[in-house]
């Protein structure tokens, strides 16, 4: 059975960037989209982007000017790089798969548990 | 991309029935059939419940239910108990090739 976890390097601070991995067990990245989704604390989702195994890559218009995810496909891993961090970044973020069309199947079926960043000086 | 439409709050007591309604535009929800639904209990991840405007994974309970009309999705939850108490999302594919999500609703089971 397919399993994220997110991980990262803790607090960051205003103006910086943060970065968080996702890792994939039980499963290869191949052939799927993977995605970012965050959620400031006591608000709804968010979603950020996603990658296709290819490197291809779909954000979120009103991030894509801080966003870049990436794929390492030797390490089953996507990552994500969100640059110039204020407060209003500061949420859970979780990280999920995204079959999308070449499975028929366009929702995001396996989450991670999530990690909670926090952008404070 | 504007988020999706939710209202903020439904209400009901068990074996009651609810609807979440989830407004978009021609260019997400009234362009596919590829809305989906989420719960999220508090301090956990979300989990998918509906998918395809109406059909439900395997192992989600078929008092949940999904429908569509126009640009307007809908979730339904008949026989409502103290367990689906909890957040609730929509989310759809759109012609960009993104995703975008509601707002949530909280449900809250009297």
């Known amino acids: 059975q397919v399993q994220l976890q997110e991980s990262g390097p803790g607090p960051v601070k205003p103006s910086e960037t943060l970065s968080l991995t996702c890792t994939v067990s039980?499963?290869?990245?191949?052939?799927?989209?993977w995605s970012w989704i965050r959620q400031p604390p006591g608000k709804g989702l968010e979603w950020i982007g996603y990658?296709?195994?290819?490197?291809?890559?779909y954000y979120n218009p009103s991030l894509k000017s801080r966003v870049t995810i990436s794929g390492d496909t030797s390490k089953n891993q996507f990552s994500l790089h969100l640059s110039s961090v204020t407060a209003a970044d500061t949420a859970v973020y979780y990280c999920a798969r995204f079959p999308g069309g070449n499975w028929g199947y366009y929702y995001l079926d396996v989450w991670g548990k999530g990690t909670t960043v926090t952008v404070s000086s | 991309q504007s988020a999706l439409t939710q209202p903020a709050s439904v209400s009901g007591s068990p074996e009651q029935s609810i609807t979440i309604s989830c407004t978009g535009t021609d260019s997400d929800i009234g362009a596919y059939n590829y809305v989906s639904w989420y719960q999220q209990h508090p301090g956990k991840a979300p989990k998918i419940i509906v998918y395809?405007?109406?059909n439900r994974p395997s192992g989600v309970s078929n008092r949940f239910s999904g429908s569509k009309s126009g640009n307007t999705a809908s979730l339904t939850i008949s026989g409502l108990q103290a367990e689906d108490e909890a957040d609730y999302y929509c989310t759809s594919y759109t012609t960009s090739s993104t995703l975008v999500f509601g707002g949530g609703t909280k449900l809250t089971v009297l």
């Open positions: 039980g499963g290869s990245i191949s052939s799927y989209f």
């Open positions: 395809d405007v109406s």
């Open positions: 990658i296709y195994y290819t490197g291809t890559t």
